[in-house]
């Protein structure tokens, strides 16, 4: 685990300005700061929701002095195709690097001009991927320590083996304990996340281990 040092915000909340990086996006981390490099002007960075993207194409952007069109899959996978055509045509002809985001990779994008189809096709294309454990684990402590609320030091592992592995999910889950927290005044230990998760029907997902945990 490692991190890059940013101007602002990670995620919108992150107090440091700290990039957290793992295994699952160093690539799309490496390929953005050798954007020199590129065989083209374009390159195109996809992301599940809340795996800090957008973020990171502002730093692509500080640092290169480049532009990032943020939606450029669009709306129902819809892409403005004029309008990425012609950003990609000034990108080539300004030498600028442009960086294109997306949910998905650009291959499954709505795109009917052929020659945005061809130059999609040609460019780039580094993902941002689901969080590995380590940086799952990172995610949930940084939520915590930015909100806040007082945790025990065994639930970052307890709920990394137990809710799906997911930005939208850490997000989602990290938010509510933290409600909970504040909300009955008790820290957050394992036995305030069970009642809450549960209640929330975020349990069972991982299938506990006994050999591992007897608290279930």
């Known amino acids: 685990m490692s991190q890059i040092s940013l101007p602002f915000e990670w995620q919108g909340n992150a107090r440091d300005g700290h990039f957290l990086v793992s295994d699952a996006n160093r690539l799309a981390v490496a390929h953005l700061e050798r954007w020199r490099e590129w065989p ?14 957008s973020t990171l194409a502002r730093h692509f952007a500080r640092m290169s002095g480049g532009s990032v069109i ?47 189809r061809s130059r ?8 941002i991927s ?15 320590d930015t909100a806040g609320a007082g945790y025990a030091a065994d639930v970052p592992d307890w709920l990394v083996r137990r809710i799906e592995r997911s930005y939208g999910a850490i997000a989602a889950v990290t938010r509510m304990l933290d409600q909970a927290a504040l909300s009955s005044g008790r820290k957050i230990s394992v036995a305030l996340a069970k009642e809450c998760l549960h209640a929330a029907g975020f349990l069972p997902i991982v299938p ?9």
Do not use: K, Y
Request: charged fraction near 25%; charge should be negative; proline fraction near 11%.
């Open 40 to 53: 083209l002007s374009v390159s195109v960075l996809t992301g599940p929701p809340c795996s800090g993207r």
């Open 70 to 116: 943020d939606d450029a899959q669009g709306q129902d996978d819809r892409p403005d195709e004029h309008g990425l055509f012609h950003a990609w045509n000034e990108a080539q002809t300004q030498r600028r690097p442009l960086l294109m985001i997306g949910h998905a990779a650009p291959a499954s994008w709505a795109v009917a001009l052929p020659d945005l």
């Open 120 to 127: 999609l096709a040609a460019a780039p294309h580094v993902a």
């Open 130 to 144: 689901e969080p590995d454990e380590a940086l799952a684990r990172a995610l949930i402590e940084r939520a915590f």
């Open 208 to 216: 506990p281990d006994p050999s591992t945990d007897q608290r279930e």
